[in-house]
Nanobody, 123 residues
Framework: QVQLVESGGGLVQAGASLRLSCAAS????????MGWFRQAPGKEREFVAA????????NYADSVKGRFTISRDNAWITVYLQMNSLKPEDTAVYYC????????????????WGQGTQVTVSS
């Protein structure tokens, strides 16, 4: 069982930056692909970014490409989502997720989820 804990959300103005963190309880992420998803009110959960366990390569949703960066620390203890140039449409609950195998962009591909952290961007 992998327990994930997100932090770093908050209320910011458009154009600002935030960095989200995701930590695993009592273990490292080295055997897991890691993803960030988000869910806005009344909408389905959607893929934001992912980082592969095998080579740390990354994938991004088109809506965040060039503004968001997913990364990990060298010990594979914490995964980050650096969010720059935030827009009101980025407002959502952001979730960290982990999977051992499979594709990176589908909600159903992930086995473990954090509780989420709220990001609100005002215009």
């Amino acid at each position: 069982q992998v327990q994930l804990v997100e932090s770093g959300g908050g209320l910011v103005q458009a154009g600002a930056s935030l960095r989200l963190s995701c930590a695993a309880s009592g273990r490292t992420f080295s055997n897991y692909n890691m993803g960030w998803f988000r869910q806005a009110p009344g909408k389905e959960r959607e893929f934001v970014a992912a980082i592969r366990k095998i080579d740390s390569s990354t994938n991004y949703a088109d809506s965040v490409k060039g503004r968001f960066t997913i990364s990990r620390d060298n010990a594979w203890i914490t995964v980050y989502l650096q969010m720059n140039s935030l827009k009101p449409e980025d407002t959502a609950v952001y979730y960290c997720a982990a999977n051992r195998w499979g594709a990176l962009t589908g909600v159903a591909e992930y086995d473990y989820w954090g509780q989420g952290t709220q990001v609100t961007v005002s215009s």
